[in-house]
């Protein structure tokens, strides 16, 4: 078990109508208030005027149109509105897009270069304004962590990034929010949550025997509501779970003594950026073919006992037949959530640049991904290779 | 799932060495220190200097001797070197008694009058002293909670309360502390880590399916490791999953979307107050009991799953003979470490204070312990009476 450092100041409030409590705590921070959020869908399901609402003895001042993969024009526009209107508080309401974009207007609002500087180089992140979100939809954990993830069209570069000072002080998780949240986008959440979980799950680390077990805890949470949620929009138990599983799986909680060996995500964060696919979905279509390229003598115990822990496979089978077994329930189980498993189904149009992106994908990483298995610019084009679906 | 507020604002320094890391916790915060330490084992197995080391820029004062059962004059000694001294900041090395006592020094340092008011009426504490903890045993969570218990030898009476004033900022949790712990110790620990467990896991929420499985890891390294510490004291790997299983079995983690229930807790207490008992040790004895005497239709449910799915009884048994077999499972575990089962071997000489021990119980409660299932007076007494092992 490596040492580890945890901590995770974020308040939780948790449950439908926890909304009552946004008032005491943003005017508890201060009365200039920038909130942040995405679409419409907030207005349309009715979150905005509840935190409108909730705000009435503060001064709030808008940015909306948050992309779906935040864009750093929408930083720069944020952290102007608050440096000219002395914010004191930014206040996200959405999913981790938006969230993620108000993470990156508070360390902003205290910085006087391009924004672009930190995201590369967090430690010029010295200060931020207090951050408190609202959420509305279950995937990438930024409400309970301190990372956020920013696209730079221009260079076609997305990149996480994160700092002690980005916690959010406040997050208010209300399952019903998630109700009206589609399909699709509710199933490339679940496919997020699990892949936050299987790249701390899938380490070399044989005794962080605990961290291992909620890692395992987490993963069977999103397959037994995976589909429940999908089949039943408003089913309360299967969003819930789903919602807390979403901060769990991403606040450091599973990676403590075992760290974190990321794999997909710096392949998929090259797609979105290229794309603008939903993060989610090229996860559910690049996890199965990056499991099928790892697997080997060297990772079969770890692929078995995820079959057996996580999909219930009769533990007497051969560790390679488990496996594999394992690897084909987690393509099927993306697959009934009706996700993409090729680049077609996706919406990239055509490989001309996969080499491209399979060269920025390891540049991220400093020229290797060093996830539970390396992966070099070679491995990055095979796997992309797997993606269309020949 | 009900609706939960979490938060846990406590830095976790964890791992072999991490003490390498209190000085600048401790100086970040001010120079002039209390520390709060029970026994001499801190200073037989060389903890004391390494803090007193790391110390060498800051005005050490000095609170030895803390009980077990930490007393009221604990914590209005150290509450009087705070006021004379003006202590920045309160460390406590040792176990769940020296934080608990240190907790409430904290609290005390701002009070004015008799600690024992706040003890019984938490809401009296409105400030508290910064509190940084190094952990030398894995039992009460205390190093990651914002609760502690406190005896008043006077009256017989041992209380618990909590403050959100009273998270230590910082806890250092290094399991080679742990290694000289004696095997009775150790094992007391592992039943006060399981205890608390099994007091948020049993419970009538059917729908908070997450903190369920999270307890049910913790319950699963409890019963993996109990028996490797108790027979190899120096297993790292032990030392350390049971080291942070006592940090989130009682944090608060477990409980979110559905409570807690205390049972045994209560009616441990008072054996601790009236006969200083080993608190893992009296919990071990009344665990088992309390299961027996609750099990029955209504119940049964939730102990064939704990038999299933934590002891890993065939499914397709009978649930009342699963249920019976977990039962007597955790009993024989207890005794597997030899932890007591009876008044007798627990050091209780007679039981003539049985009822006035059972009366106290509820009346800690209100006049009933409002558990997973209800317990009266003459509950408390039954339960009481299955100790004697007739």
Redesign the interface.
């Known amino acids: 078990?490596?040492?580890?450092?945890?901590?995770?100041?974020?308040?939780?409030?948790?449950?439908?109508?926890?909304i009552s409590k946004l008032h005491d705590e943003i005017t508890s921070i201060g009365k200039n208030v920038l909130l942040v959020y995405g679409g419409g869908s907030i207005k349309r399901i009715g979150v905005y005027d509840q935190v409108i609402e909730q705000l009435k003895d503060c001064n709030v001042f808008e940015l909306g149109g948050v992309d779906p993969n935040p864009r750093l024009k929408s930083v720069e526009d944020g952290a102007l509105i608050c440096k000219e209107n002395h914010i004191d508080v930014v206040l996200a309401v959405g999913g981790g897009s938006s969230i993620d974009c108000a993470k990156a207007i508070c360390a902003a609002a205290y910085y006087d270069g391009n924004p672009w500087d930190f995201i590369v180089d967090s430690s010029l992140i010295k200060k931020a304004l207090p951050l408190v979100s609202v959420l509305t939809l279950s995937a990438t954990g930024s409400e309970m962590d301190n990372t956020a993830v920013i696209t730079n069209p221009q260079t076609k570069d997305k990149r996480g990034f994160g700092s002690r000072h980005l916690f959010p002080k406040v997050s208010i998780l209300d399952?019903t929010y998630t109700y009206s949240v589609s399909k699709y986008q509710t199933a490339s959440g679940v496919a997020d949550i699990m892949s936050h979980t299987f790249e701390t799950y899938f380490n070399d680390t044989k005794?962080?025997?605990?961290?291992n077990?909620?890692a395992?805890?987490?993963l069977?949470?999103c397959i037994?509501?995976g589909k429940v949620v999908y089949d039943e929009p408003d089913n309360?138990?299967a969003r819930?779970?789903l919602m807390?599983?979403s901060s769990?799986a991403i606040n450091g909680?599973i990676s403590?003594?075992c760290g974190k060996s990321w794999s997909c995500h710096p392949m998929e964060h090259v797609l979105s950026a290229y794309y603008d696919v939903t993060h989610g979905a090229g996860l559910a279509m690049l996890t199965p073919k990056w499991m099928t390229y790892i697997l080997d003598d060297s990772t079969v115990d770890k692929f078995a006992e995820y079959g057996i822990e996580v999909w219930g496979i009769d533990a007497s089978l051969p560790p390679m037949e488990i496996a594999k077994t394992a690897i084909a329930n987690t393509e099927a189980f993306f697959h009934s959530l009706d996700l993409p498993s090729t680049f077609e189904e996706i919406g990239i149009p055509d490989t001309s640049t996969l080499e491209e992106m399979a060269q920025m994908a390891v540049d991220s990483k400093g020229g290797t991904i060093k996830g539970y298995r390396k992966l070099e610019f070679q491995d990055v084009v095979n796997i992309y290779h797997m993606c269309q679906g020949k």
């Open positions: 078990m490596n040492n580890f450092t945890y901590y995770v100041p974020v308040r939780i409030h948790f449950g439908k109508g926890e399952p005794d962080a025997y605990l961290s077990e909620i395992i805890s987490i069977k949470t037994k509501y309360y138990e819930a779970n807390w599983a769990l909680l403590c003594g």
